[in-house]
């Protein structure tokens, strides 16, 4: 099956810096990428997604990148606040909207 | 986005028995999921709700475990059925909504 590579599991970052996570997938037919971010006993919530056809994605401190010809796609988070402390999923579009989650990373931004 | 809700929150069951769970969305959707996500780990997609059909399993997944319900655009139900501890999760539905995914609120479910 088709598989979603993310890392790092963990990432602390002092308020203020920026924090990036990383996927890398292998279906070059995966055309949607959607971040999400679960805080604890939450629901998964879309903060952000892209589709193939652009490079990055600007939402406020938000961004993703993405890289068609290398398979990887990343988050950015600029200026980070304690409120930014969560579980972030990164996924790929395996086709007939069926979505494929990478493993997860537990932000902690530190005040 | 479509605003979804999820019966129960939680429950408790015994190993052996069986539990329902409901999923209900506030306008019609054509794609419905059901995903498992296990303490601590990432989302694992189930099956795919289809409406008037049968639904659509993973690998790993199977019909007789996991019964699934679609009777129209706005509803889904999702049976664990025999449970076991190694089914103890939370489950959550998701629906697409103008080419996006949005989850339910989730049922945490313990099997002891």
């Known amino acids: 099956g088709e598989n979603v590579e993310q890392h790092p599991s963990t990432l602390s970052v002092q308020e203020g810096d920026s924090a990036v996570i990383k996927c890398t997938y292998s279906d070059s037919a995966s055309n949607y990428f959607p971040w999400y971010k679960q805080e604890l006993g939450k629901r998964p919530q879309l903060i952000i997604d892209?589709?193939?056809?652009?490079g990055e994605k600007k939402d406020q401190r938000i961004a993703v990148t993405l890289n068609k010809t290398a398979k990887h796609f990343s988050l950015h988070i600029t200026e980070t606040q304690p409120e930014d402390s969560a579980v972030y999923f990164c996924a790929e579009n395996e086709g007939a909207q069926k979505l494929v989650f990478g493993q997860g990373t537990r932000l902690t931004i530190n005040p | 986005s479509a605003v979804i809700s999820q019966k129960p929150s939680r429950d408790i069951c015994q190993r052996g028995t069986s539990l329902t769970i409901q999923c209900q969305v506030d306008s019609q959707v054509t794609m419905m999921f059901w995903y498992r996500q296990q303490p601590g780990q990432s989302l694992t997609l189930i099956a795919t709700a289809n409406q008037g059909s049968e639904a659509t399993y993973e690998s790993g997944f199977v019909i007789d475990k996991f019964p699934i319900s679609r009777p129209n655009l706005t509803f889904s139900t999702l049976t664990v059925s025999n449970m076991s501890p190694e089914d103890s999760s939370i489950y959550l539905c998701?629906?697409?909504?103008?080419?996006?995914?949005?989850f339910g609120p989730g049922t945490r479910l313990t099997v002891t």
């Open positions: 998701s629906v697409e909504d103008i080419n996006e995914q949005y």
């Open positions: 892209i589709r193939s056809n652009v």
